[in-house]
């Protein structure tokens, strides 16, 4: 919870405004009080989207759905301002301070089985009133499932429909979850209540295991998952949770249960759903964190308005190893007392607000560094240097993803197919363009492509896009590359069968039968394939099996200095011996995924560049996982939503691409902010660097190019620095 920004309003309709309680794409939502002083989160649509008369109509269409819905586990539309002729659109709805079942399961692992049981029957009967009111929830995933001193409650309509609308999707991009879609949902086919179904299985999976059970990664490797592969069930072992999943993860809508014939399977398992009164049906630990937070909720005071922030180092804190807290591992990710400063939970264009603790994690620790810890000190706030906008071009409908290439620039929306640009660093001026199916990967001077309509995979020229090799993909779905990854002398990919051709003749180097689910990297001469319970090393020319390593899940392997890194699934950061697979070090609370550049890792003398959910970015000794210094950017706004700080190094440069919208210049020697820039930037990857310099992607679909501050100095060059 933060105090009102300058230009915040004081009332929203009869509601008091007293505080900010987060801020999403499509608006900020606010708590306030009504005359009669009930606390409400209200939300107010940002002032971009109120002058779109399609999408006020579309707003009005949507809170009309929602108030139609009520239930005992439904957070409940209060009232609303949704005429397209009124400004700007609103909505308030029920305050309620608790956990998301996101957080929860985060920070306390998965639920034992009765807890599951009962947030099953609770949800189920939620879904029998959204689709007994003709509506259809479309997002139900654990960011929209919220814990409550009341039981769980599902929120955020901001994407349900009548049931009898048609197919929705955003520029080509099924709206949704990618983790948590139904097949037909993925496929951008026609989504009735079945699909809530399906993704109900896949809520009950994740809060029994604490895992994602279609797996990480791109968008189009979890969208092919959902429409091709099992849901991954290992650590469930009730047979009855097995059966219910089961069934709810039947591929046709028409073999799946309805949200009532769950409720009434339910109550027939002897009885022994727990009640879902109060918190007593949840584990102690969980069960205490909502009824402290309920308690501070009933407390809380008006905040004043916040004076204007334009100082970019009062945005973070940079600590060096002496100064980071000593408090860290696995027991450390759970969280403390909450304090009053809490952030949104659950935000969406139609969200219902839950508080959550400032920061998903504690600050790192220096393992087995063996220095006192002192006080951390603040960096003097000093006014940010204006940043110069160089250009301005407009690339696509949506957020463009960036690589660079050749000394160019390359742009691609973010969606399944879209077209890739290449535009002058200098002018912003195309060069070319083509359709494009999944993400490019770049690897010096050449971008490896797959056309939208056709089953190729191109290698093409970055700077003229020039096509140097093509390669028959096969049409089975089981070797299409979501990830294509690369060597001096091997291009690699696939998803649950491998294959590997010569990155000069395109002639076939092997074909292995490994699953990389979880995560596919190349680099020092071998792949790296991440799948459930083992992590395989393979001759990138052979495809021979050099090493295995057991570890819980390990997600989006990278390969540097020699080096392996990959997380497992408690974000724990494990460095093996790329040539033999033996562990150098690990080191837990890192983070659980390396916010990619160009596929490549963010490595800078010596040191490796990691960010975690809480906003802390990590600057590592590759060689033996020593803190050098840390910085928290932003106060991990996008953990809801399953997005962390972006990072890229070019040039000499750390780019950090923050969930507060804004990007940051750093100097990787100490994390000194250099400059930052507010934009709604790109967080599916990081900001970019060529040609002295840094270009950013945008919400409606720009890519930004940003010069330094006359009174910074420039780094000259814009190559990325190789280990």
């Given at each position: 919870m933060e105090p009102r920004q300058p230009g915040d309003p004081a009332r929203v309709g009869p509601y008091r405004v007293l505080a900010r309680l987060g801020e999403g794409g499509m608006g900020v939502v606010y708590l306030a009080r009504s005359r009669s002083g009930q606390k409400v989160a209200v939300k107010v649509i940002r002032a971009d989207f109120t002058d779109d008369f399609e999408y006020r109509e579309r707003f009005r269409r949507e809170v009309h759905a929602a108030r139609k819905v009520t239930g005992a586990f439904i957070a409940r539309v209060l009232e609303d301002e949704s005429n397209p002729k009124n400004e700007p659109p609103w909505l308030a709805t029920e305050y309620l301070p608790?956990?998301?079942?996101?957080?929860?399961?985060?920070?306390?692992?998965?639920?034992?089985?009765?807890?599951?049981?009962?947030?099953?029957?609770?949800?189920?009967?939620?879904?029998?009133?959204?689709?007994?009111?003709?509506?259809?929830?479309?997002?139900?995933?654990?960011?929209?499932?919220?814990?409550?001193?009341?039981?769980?409650?599902?929120?955020?309509?901001?994407?349900?429909?009548?049931?009898?609308?048609?197919?929705?999707?955003?520029?080509?991009?099924?709206?949704?979850?990618?983790?948590?879609?139904?097949?037909?949902?993925?496929?951008?086919?026609?989504?009735?209540?079945?699909?809530?179904?399906?993704?109900?299985?896949?809520?009950?999976?994740?809060?029994?295991?604490?895992?994602?059970?279609?797996?990480?990664?791109?968008?189009?490797?979890?969208?092919?998952?959902?429409?091709?592969?099992?849901?991954?069930?290992?650590?469930?072992?009730?047979?009855?949770?097995?059966?219910?999943?089961?069934?709810?993860?039947?591929?046709?809508?028409?073999?799946?249960?309805?949200?009532?014939?769950?409720?009434?399977?339910?109550?027939?398992?002897?009885?022994?759903?727990?009640?879902?009164?109060?918190?007593?049906?949840?584990?102690?630990?969980?069960?205490?964190?909502?009824?402290?937070?309920?308690?501070?909720?009933?407390?809380?005071?008006?905040?004043?308005?916040?004076?204007?922030?334009?100082?970019?180092?009062?945005?973070?804190?940079?600590?060096?190893?002496?100064?980071?807290?000593?408090?860290?591992?696995?027991?450390?990710?759970?969280?403390?007392?909450?304090?009053?400063?809490?952030?949104?939970?659950?935000?969406?264009?139609?969200?219902?607000?839950?508080?959550?603790?400032?920061?998903?994690?504690?600050?790192?620790?220096?393992?087995?560094?063996?220095?006192?810890?002192?006080?951390?000190?603040?960096?003097?706030?000093?006014?940010?240097?204006?940043?110069?906008?160089?250009?301005?071009?407009?690339?696509?409908?949506?957020?463009?993803?960036?690589?660079?290439?050749?000394?160019?620039?390359?742009?691609?929306?973010?969606?399944?197919?879209?077209?890739?640009?290449?535009?002058?660093?200098?002018?912003?001026?195309?060069?070319?363009?083509?359709?494009?199916?999944?993400?490019?990967?770049?690897?010096?001077?050449?971008?490896?492509?797959v056309p939208a309509d056709e089953n190729r995979l191109l290698a093409l020229r970055g700077s003229s896009g020039a096509t140097l090799w093509s390669h028959p993909l096969s049409r089975s779905g089981a070797e299409f590359p979501s990830t294509v990854v690369v060597t001096e002398s091997a291009v690699c990919y696939g998803v649950t069968r491998l294959t590997a051709i010569d990155a000069h003749d395109r002639r076939l180097l092997w074909t292995a039968g490994v699953n990389s689910q979880y995560g596919l990297s190349a680099g020092a001469g071998i792949v790296a394939a991440a799948s459930k319970k083992t992590f395989v090393g393979l001759s990138a020319r052979s495809g021979r099996v050099r090493w295995t390593y057991d570890m819980d899940h390990g997600f989006s392997p990278m390969i540097g200095y020699g080096m392996v890194f990959v997380w497992d699934r408690h974000m724990t950061l494990h460095t093996l011996r790329a040539r033999d697979g033996t562990l150098v070090w690990k080191r837990p609370d890192s983070g659980y995924e390396f916010p990619l550049q160009n596929g490549h890792l963010p490595l800078w003398r010596g040191n490796l560049y990691v960010g975690r959910p809480d906003g802390i970015v990590l600057a590592l000794r590759a060689a033996t996982g020593e803190l050098v210094w840390w910085r928290r950017f932003g106060h991990g706004e996008g953990a809801s939503y399953d997005r962390v700080n972006t990072l890229g190094l070019y040039g000499g440069t750390l780019y950090v691409g923050c969930t507060d919208r804004h990007a940051y210049a750093v100097n990787p020697a100490d994390g000194r902010v250099l400059w930052s820039h507010g934009a709604d930037l790109t967080l599916t990857s990081a900001p970019v660097g060529v040609a002295g310099l840094a270009f950013i992607g945008t919400k409606d679909g720009y890519v930004e190019a940003l010069g330094p501050p006359s009174n910074t100095p420039s780094h000259s060059g814009g190559t990325r620095a190789h280990p």
């Amino acid at each position: 919870m933060e105090p009102r920004q300058p230009g915040d309003p004081a009332r929203v309709g009869p509601y008091r405004v007293l505080a900010r309680l987060g801020e999403g794409g499509m608006g900020v939502v606010y708590l306030a009080r009504s005359r009669s002083g009930q606390k409400v989160a209200v939300k107010v649509i940002r002032a971009d989207f109120t002058d779109d008369f399609e999408y006020r109509e579309r707003f009005r269409r949507e809170v009309h759905a929602a108030r139609k819905v009520t239930g005992a586990f439904i957070a409940r539309v209060l009232e609303d301002e949704s005429n397209p002729k009124n400004e700007p659109p609103w909505l308030a709805t029920e305050y309620l301070p608790g956990l998301s079942l996101r957080e929860a399961v985060h920070w306390f692992g998965g639920l034992p089985p009765d807890a599951v049981r009962a947030l099953a029957a609770g949800l189920a009967e939620a879904l029998t009133a959204i689709h007994r009111a003709g509506v259809v929830h479309r997002d139900l995933k654990p960011e929209n499932v919220l814990l409550t001193a009341g039981g769980p409650r599902v929120i955020d309509f901001g994407i349900a429909r009548p049931d009898d609308a048609g197919t929705m999707t955003r520029a080509g991009v099924p709206v949704g979850t990618p983790g948590y879609m139904s097949p037909e949902q993925a496929s951008g086919g026609r989504v009735g209540p079945e699909s809530d179904l399906f993704a109900l299985g896949t809520v009950l999976a994740y809060a029994a295991t604490g895992r994602e059970p279609f797996g990480s990664g791109s968008v189009h490797s979890k969208l092919y998952r959902v429409r091709n592969i099992r849901a991954d069930l290992g650590g469930i072992s009730e047979p009855w949770l097995l059966d219910l999943i089961a069934g709810c993860h039947q591929k046709k809508p028409g073999r799946r249960p309805s949200a009532a014939q769950v409720v009434k399977r339910l109550g027939a398992l002897d009885d022994g759903v727990p009640s879902l009164q109060g918190t007593r049906w949840l584990p102690a630990p969980v069960a205490e964190a909502i009824d402290r937070r309920t308690a501070e909720a009933r407390g809380l005071p008006e905040f004043p308005v916040a004076p204007s922030r334009h100082a970019a180092n009062d945005a973070a804190t940079v600590q060096t190893p002496e100064a980071a807290p000593v408090d860290g591992g696995r027991d450390a990710a759970r969280p403390r007392r909450p304090s009053r400063r809490m952030l949104l939970g659950g935000m969406g264009a139609l969200g219902v607000v839950a508080l959550t603790a400032d920061g998903v994690l504690p600050p790192p620790r220096d393992e087995g560094s063996g220095r006192r810890p002192v006080r951390s000190s603040r960096v003097p706030p000093r006014p940010s240097p204006p940043v110069a906008l160089r250009w301005r071009r407009k690339v696509s409908d949506y957020y463009p993803n960036l690589i660079v290439s050749d000394g160019v620039v390359l742009a691609k929306e973010y969606a399944p197919i879209g077209v890739l640009r290449a535009l002058d660093p200098h002018t912003g001026r195309t060069l070319w363009k083509r359709d494009t199916y999944g993400n490019p990967m770049a690897f010096g001077d050449v971008v490896y492509q797959v056309p939208a309509d056709e089953n190729r995979l191109l290698a093409l020229r970055g700077s003229s896009g020039a096509t140097l090799w093509s390669h028959p993909l096969s049409r089975s779905g089981a070797e299409f590359p979501s990830t294509v990854v690369v060597t001096e002398s091997a291009v690699c990919y696939g998803v649950t069968r491998l294959t590997a051709i010569d990155a000069h003749d395109r002639r076939l180097l092997w074909t292995a039968g490994v699953n990389s689910q979880y995560g596919l990297s190349a680099g020092a001469g071998i792949v790296a394939a991440a799948s459930k319970k083992t992590f395989v090393g393979l001759s990138a020319r052979s495809g021979r099996v050099r090493w295995t390593y057991d570890m819980d899940h390990g997600f989006s392997p990278m390969i540097g200095y020699g080096m392996v890194f990959v997380w497992d699934r408690h974000m724990t950061l494990h460095t093996l011996r790329a040539r033999d697979g033996t562990l150098v070090w690990k080191r837990p609370d890192s983070g659980y995924e390396f916010p990619l550049q160009n596929g490549h890792l963010p490595l800078w003398r010596g040191n490796l560049y990691v960010g975690r959910p809480d906003g802390i970015v990590l600057a590592l000794r590759a060689a033996t996982g020593e803190l050098v210094w840390w910085r928290r950017f932003g106060h991990g706004e996008g953990a809801s939503y399953d997005r962390v700080n972006t990072l890229g190094l070019y040039g000499g440069t750390l780019y950090v691409g923050c969930t507060d919208r804004h990007a940051y210049a750093v100097n990787p020697a100490d994390g000194r902010v250099l400059w930052s820039h507010g934009a709604d930037l790109t967080l599916t990857s990081a900001p970019v660097g060529v040609a002295g310099l840094a270009f950013i992607g945008t919400k409606d679909g720009y890519v930004e190019a940003l010069g330094p501050p006359s009174n910074t100095p420039s780094h000259s060059g814009g190559t990325r620095a190789h280990p």
